[in-house]
């Protein structure tokens, strides 16, 4: 097993520290673009773009409710996007034998 | 977290190049470490704030009540200090709580109001089932020291385990166990001690909470 069995939309520090931190969420639960943009420190620019990319692979969902200033974005990590992190980290761990 | 920082924005970074699975482990870890820590509103001074409030709480009460014979029941002096300390450690918890929360929506924020509902209903029902013993009889001992010293902790001790263990969170599962036990056997101190029972009980298991998740804190950080 390479480095490269590594899913690489998870494998970007900064889309691995989105979702790592989505997933810290029970199941169902959505956390706002600008307490994911406070722990995770990216820009709004940067943050937009990597959600964006894992939003296209159905990685999470982004939703937004209510309109102008008072308007907020969601975000949560899929299903399919709970499976893609589990699946990476026990990709990393065969790489590491076993210890992570 | 201090400053923005701007990550991934460059084509190496973003194809994922220059990140070894070793790096990638320990970013995984710590940044799950780091989430979990920071939406979690438990902290160790939380904890050292209850066991002293908990103490004088109930110790309040005990030296209401320690020279009462025959048995009458805590002063209203007594139970302003303890329902101060009710109030103070609820304002804390709500506090921490929503600061730690802030931003998270979803199916568990609907399952803490439910949650919240139910115990209030049970409490109440405490409170219903003291003012019967009361109607029936029973001696100001039972209703107004025994049983309701610890019919509450019960209660909160119970729920508080049955929820951790469907969370499997065995942190606080063993917290509620702890509740219970020195709630039960508080019970066999009598109307009087066991006011004092509850609270150097208390006092202790908060003290070990605390503890508990200082090393916890500590060893995640050491980590990570």
Redesign the interface.
């Known amino acids: 097993m390479t480095?490269d069995t590594?899913d690489?939309l998870i494998?970007?520090?900064?889309?691995?520290?989105i979702v790592?931190?989505l997933?810290?969420?029970?199941?169902?639960?959505?956390?706002?673009f600008?307490?994911?943009?406070?722990?995770?420190?990216?820009?709004p620019g940067?943050l937009i773009?990597?959600l964006r990319k894992l939003e296209d692979a159905d990685y999470l969902i982004t939703e937004k409710t209510g309109n102008g200033p008072a308007s907020r974005t969601?975000v949560?990590l899929t299903h399919r996007g709970r499976a893609a992190l589990e699946t990476y980290?026990e990709t990393?761990r065969g790489?590491?034998g076993g210890?992570? | 977290?201090?400053?923005?920082?701007?990550?991934?924005?460059t084509k190496t970074?973003?194809?994922?190049e220059g990140?070894?699975?070793?790096g990638?482990?320990n970013?995984?870890?710590q940044?799950?470490r780091?989430?979990?820590r920071?939406?979690d509103f438990r902290s160790p001074w939380l904890s050292l704030l209850a066991a002293a409030g908990v103490l004088v709480g109930f110790g309040a009460v005990w030296l209401s009540v320690r020279g009462q014979h025959p048995y009458k029941g805590p002063t209203p002096a007594g139970l302003i200090v303890l329902y101060a300390f009710v109030v103070i450690r609820i304002g804390s918890v709500v506090y921490a709580h929503r600061r730690a929360q802030?931003?998270?929506?979803?199916?568990?924020?609907q399952r803490r109001q439910a949650e919240g509902a139910a115990l209030a209903v049970v409490l109440v029902a405490v409170y219903v089932v003291m003012a019967a013993l009361a109607s029936d009889g029973a001696s100001d001992g039972v209703v107004y020291g025994v049983y309701v010293a610890t019919a509450t902790m019960l209660v909160l001790g119970t729920f508080g385990a049955a929820r951790s263990a469907v969370r499997e969170d065995w942190h606080e599962l063993g917290l509620s166990l702890a509740v219970v036990l020195v709630a039960a056997g508080s019970a066999f101190a009598g109307p009087r001690g066991v006011w004092l029972s509850n609270g150097v009980g208390l006092c202790v298991v908060l003290l070990g909470n605390s503890a508990a998740q200082a090393w916890l804190l500590r060893a995640s950080r050491s980590d990570a």
């Open positions: 480095a590594l690489p494998h970007v520090p900064a889309r691995l520290q790592a931190t997933a810290a969420l029970p199941d169902g639960d959505a956390l706002s600008t307490r994911l943009q406070e722990m995770i420190g990216l820009t940067n773009t990597h969601s949560a980290t990393l790489l590491l210890g992570l | 977290m201090n400053g923005t920082r701007d990550r991934g924005d970074s973003d194809e994922g990140l070894d699975p070793r990638a482990a970013l995984l870890v940044t799950q780091q989430a979990q920071e939406l802030a931003g998270v929506s979803g199916r568990s924020a």
